[in-house]
């Protein structure tokens, strides 16, 4: 049931160019627990997909379930609440400069009902699970790449999502920062029972670490299944 469904699904831009199929027809399952990627090129629909899963993007036609709810006919309120339960990382990081670590992974929690005292103790322990305790008083120009994405990590896992979404999050890393980033995500699913969900360009990063992948190409899959039979070499 913490799964994310997709059938059918297509997503049309109206732009000044005209129309433009940015998804077309497109199934997929992922299944609770899963380390699920997708990988296609740029312009291929990897974000577009994304924002039909958190319900930022609406859709022409199909279906979208997550954790057994149609995106697509939630409201407002019942659309904030799916996606607090959707971890959400990014390459560019999206840390704010003036906040600290513990300030930028506190920012999660300002709208829970969590005392400043609680909130101090739940930053702290997410800090500590992503391995970045004693980096709680520096600010994002102080960290490395690396140790940045680790804090937007500990932030998206403030509110204990179910899943956690990965747009493109190791694309600005170099190969060992990317290695390691994945050995916590890889870490997280198996101790807090993650759903991941890894959308990349990078074919290594499928290899590293997903059970599952899609190829997306031109807004359509053109091959799904277990990453070792999709990449097997003939
Ligand atoms: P990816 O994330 O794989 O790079 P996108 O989902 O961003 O792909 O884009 C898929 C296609 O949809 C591209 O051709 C892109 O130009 C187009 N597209 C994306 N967003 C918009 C938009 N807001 N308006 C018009 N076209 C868009
Ligand atoms: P609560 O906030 O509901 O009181 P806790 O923070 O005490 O719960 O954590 C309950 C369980 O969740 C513990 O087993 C802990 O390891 C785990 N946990 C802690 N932090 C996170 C997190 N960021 N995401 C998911 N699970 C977490």
């Given at each position: 049931?913490?799964?994310?469904?997709i059938?059918?699904?297509?997503?049309?831009?109206?732009?000044?160019?005209?129309?433009?199929?940015?998804?077309?027809?497109?199934?997929?399952?992922?299944?609770?627990?899963?380390?699920?990627?997708?990988?296609?090129?740029?312009?291929?629909?990897?974000?577009?997909l994304?924002?039909?899963?958190?319900?930022?993007?609406?859709?022409?036609?199909?279906?979208?379930?997550?954790?057994?709810?149609?995106?697509?006919?939630?409201?407002?309120?019942?659309?904030?609440?799916?996606?607090?339960?959707?971890?959400?990382?990014?390459?560019?990081?999206?840390?704010?400069?003036?906040?600290?670590?513990?300030?930028n992974?506190?920012?999660?929690?300002?709208?829970?009902?969590?005392?400043?005292?609680?909130?101090?103790?739940?930053?702290?322990r997410?800090?500590?699970?992503?391995?970045?305790?004693?980096?709680?008083?520096?600010?994002?120009?102080?960290?490395?790449?690396?140790?940045?994405?680790?804090?937007?990590?500990?932030?998206?896992?403030?509110?204990?999502?179910?899943?956690?979404?990965?747009?493109?999050?190791?694309?600005?890393?170099?190969?060992?920062?990317?290695?390691?980033?994945?050995?916590?995500?890889r870490?997280l699913?198996?101790?807090?029972?993650?759903?991941?969900?890894?959308?990349?360009?990078?074919?290594?990063?499928?290899?590293?670490?997903?059970?599952?992948?899609?190829?997306?190409?031109?807004?359509?899959?053109?091959?799904?299944?277990r990453?070792?039979?999709?990449?097997?070499?003939?």
């Open positions: 049931a913490n799964g994310i469904h059938a059918g699904l297509t997503k049309t831009y109206i732009g000044d160019e005209g129309r433009k199929v940015a998804l077309h027809d497109v199934d997929i399952d992922i299944a609770e627990g899963d380390v699920y990627g997708v990988i296609g090129l740029s312009g291929a629909g990897k974000s577009t994304v924002r039909c899963i958190n319900g930022l993007e609406s859709y022409d036609k199909g279906s979208v379930t997550v954790r057994g709810h149609e995106v697509g006919d939630l409201s407002k309120k019942q659309l904030r609440d799916l996606r607090r339960g959707i971890g959400m990382i990014f390459q560019s990081f999206n840390l704010m400069p003036s906040r600290t670590a513990a300030g992974v506190e920012l999660a929690l300002l709208d829970s009902d969590l005392t400043a005292a609680q909130r101090a103790t739940r930053v702290s997410l800090l500590d699970l992503v391995g970045l305790k004693d980096k709680a008083d520096s600010y994002p120009s102080e960290l490395s790449g690396g140790q940045k994405q680790r804090v937007a990590i500990a932030r998206a896992l403030a509110n204990n999502p179910k899943v956690l979404l990965s747009d493109e999050a190791t694309s600005a890393l170099d190969p060992s920062t990317t290695k390691s980033i994945l050995k916590l995500l870490r699913h198996d101790d807090l029972g993650l759903t991941i969900v890894i959308i990349t360009h990078q074919m290594s990063v499928i290899k590293q670490i997903c059970n599952r992948v899609a190829v997306i190409d031109h807004g359509t899959i053109t091959e799904e299944g990453t070792f039979d999709v990449f097997a070499n003939p």
